[in-house]
């Protein structure tokens, strides 16, 4: 099942989700149906509020594809560490057609479980890690704009605004 994705201004890309205690053949419907999802709206992660399930679950595939050993699920994951820096322009599902350039480490290590609940450590570099950065964030609540420049941030939501106004978000 595709699911739509939620776009910023829903308040459920806000909060943080709450952590995957159950780990059954629904938890895996829902990740599969992740990645459809993902895959529709042509992106390389989606976390679970996007699709407006506040649960600490998200799927990363920065191949597109390609490569089915790309393919990540992440259960409550939690970064545990951090190398190097990398700057590049960045997106997000919930805020299409907005990049900004965005600071993130360079190289991370991510503690989760997968889809069995079994844990896990992965560790990503340059686009890998950008993604389990922005995907753990969304988990956290937040979203790539929080870490741009307060004016680079007013100047999106303003122009969210005008197209909320034109019942074109
Ligand atoms: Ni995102």
Redesign the pocket.
Known sequence: MIYPIVKYGNPILDKPSEIVTIFDEELKQLVEDMFESMYAAH?V???AP?IGIPRRIAVIDCSFKEDPAAKMVIINPEIIKKHGKQTHSE?????PDFRENVSRAMKCSVRAQDVTGKWFEAEGEELLARALQ??TD?LNGK??MSHVSALKRDLIKRKIRKLVKAGEW
């Open positions: 992106g992660g989606l976390a996007q997106g997000c599902l919930s805020l922005h995907e969304h979203l790539f």
